[in-house]
T-cell receptor, first 110, second 115 residues
């Protein structure tokens, strides 16, 4: 069965303190791995798609990387406005099913 | 503007009632999805559809039903058989098939509360 596991569940950082969020996956035939940001009461906002091991994508203070078993979302010198829940999802197999992890709640303290 | 519209934003249901949540997209996407999110939880897949007039059950389809009569629309009915329907419901759409740019884009959600 396809599975996506995110860690840690929650993370508190001081402003400017860099860190990484982890997404490990067990799927058959990965077609794509996605990262989203979700603010309270809102729908998830798309950040990145990664397709193959070794691929990296960057956007402002965020960088996503992918290996054959996991993905990392690195956040460099975060600001309070980066506080949100970050969700990882995978699309695998022959259909278009997209499966999500439970997310990491990130809180950046000023 | 292209996007996904969910309505209503808030919905209250009495015990034993069926309610229908609307999801419309103008992105010309073939695939559409319904997810349920409970506090502190990730998104759990209810139903998904790759093409008009076809849909598949996700992980938690019991107590829910869908239809896909038009490419743009994928309504979700929460039936009285769903024992714990209070949750945040999210609709999404994506380009179907293999290849790149298959990420899903989401609406702003419907918060359903049983009263």
């Amino acid at each position: 069965e396809d599975q996506v596991t995110q860690s840690p569940e929650a993370l508190r950082l001081q402003e400017g303190e860099s860190s990484s969020l982890n997404c490990s996956y067990t799927v058959s035939g990965l077609r794509g791995l996605f990262w989203y940001r979700q603010d309270p009461g809102k729908g998830p906002e798309f950040l990145f798609t990664l397709y193959s091991a070794g691929e990296e994508k960057e956007k402002e203070r965020l960088k996503a990387t992918l290996t054959k078993k996991e993905s990392f979302l690195h956040i460099t010198a975060p600001k309070p406005e980066d506080s949100a829940t970050y969700l990882c999802a995978v699309q695998a197999g022959r259909d278009d099913k997209i499966i999500f992890g439970k997310g990491t709640r990130l809180h950046i303290l000023p | 503007d292209g996007g996904i519209t969910q309505s209503p934003k808030y919905l209250f249901r009495k015990e034993g009632q069926n309610v229908t949540l609307s999801c419309e997209q103008n992105l010309n996407h073939d695939a559409m999805y319904w997810y349920r999110q409970d506090p502190g939880q990730g998104l759990r897949l209810i139903y998904y559809s790759q093409i008009v007039n076809d849909f598949q059950k996700g992980d938690i389809a019991e107590g829910y039903s869908v239809s896909r009569e038009k490419k743009e629309s994928f309504p979700l009915t929460v039936t009285s058989a769903q024992k714990n329907p209070t949750a945040f419901y999210l609709c999404a759409s994506s380009i179907a098939g293999a290849g790149s740019n298959t990420e899903a884009f989401f609406g702003q959600g419907t918060r359903l509360t049983v009263v």
